[in-house]
């Protein structure tokens, strides 16, 4: 049994990514979930400050701690912060960011000259999404357009079908005028299966970064 460390700031995400990581995982694997909500409230109203640094560096050394294989961080607003963790705490078990693979992907689809298209329901999701994928798109060696529109944040109130309707909404709207269409939260995945698409891709990073967390830890 292997054990893989997982930390989220939105409660209901803890059971996607666990049924994602199981069903990624070749082998038997236990999944160690911590939720804090805390660090997504602060990084939206003060940034991702020090502090918010220092508590999620505090959560991964805590599931080192329980051996786990690897930290899967599911907060897209964390991206930056949690790359902070890894340089701090080293690299000796994987620490990775849940928007990491999504941008990869996207950067693939996109190519030389792309045009990738962001869609954010929160305002501090936006720049550490466009840094990422800027960054990938310069390992990979070529140059993106990157285009981001903000949503509103239904998904406050607590409904989720009107939420998913605005993202689906956004998304058709962006069909044919970009080359890949990106969804800046785990929260929006859901939406993707409602929108009316013909051309263009578009990605969620939930599945993909489960995908990325069992390939670095060896298990695939």
């Known amino acids: 049994m292997t054990r893989l460390g997982l930390v989220h700031t939105v409660p209901a995400l803890a059971a996607t990514f666990h049924d994602l990581v199981t069903a990624a995982a070749p082998a038997d694997v236990e999944p160690i979930h911590v939720v804090d909500p805390w660090l997504l409230r602060t990084a939206m109203t003060a940034g ?17 701690g329980r051996g786990v294989a690897g930290v899967l961080v599911t907060c897209s607003t964390l991206g930056e912060a949690t790359e902070q963790v890894l340089d701090r705490l080293g690299a000796d078990t994987p620490v990775v ?3 990491q693979g999504m941008a990869d992907r996207a950067v693939e689809l996109a190519g030389d000259g792309g045009r990738i298209a962001v869609l954010a329901t929160v ?10 994928l800027h960054r990938s798109a310069e390992r990979a060696g070529i140059a993106v357009t990157v285009e981001s529109e903000l ?5 406050e109130s607590g409904a989720a079908d009107p939420h998913d309707e605005m993202v689906a909404t ?23 299966s409602r929108a009316d698409v013909t051309t263009t891709p578009v990605l969620s990073s939930p599945e993909l970064a489960a995908r990325r967390l069992v390939d670095l830890t060896t298990l695939a």
């Open 48 to 64: 991702v400050t020090p502090e918010v640094v220092d508590r999620l560096a505090a959560h991964v050394a805590h599931l080192r």
């Open 123 to 132: 305002a501090s999701t936006v720049g550490p999404t466009e840094r990422l």
């Open 170 to 192: 956004a998304i058709a709207r962006w069909d044919g005028g970009a080359d890949v269409v990106v969804l800046a939260q785990a929260s929006m995945a859901a939406a993707a």
């Open 151 to 155: 949503l509103g944040r239904v998904r």
């Open 97 to 99: 960011r849940v928007d």
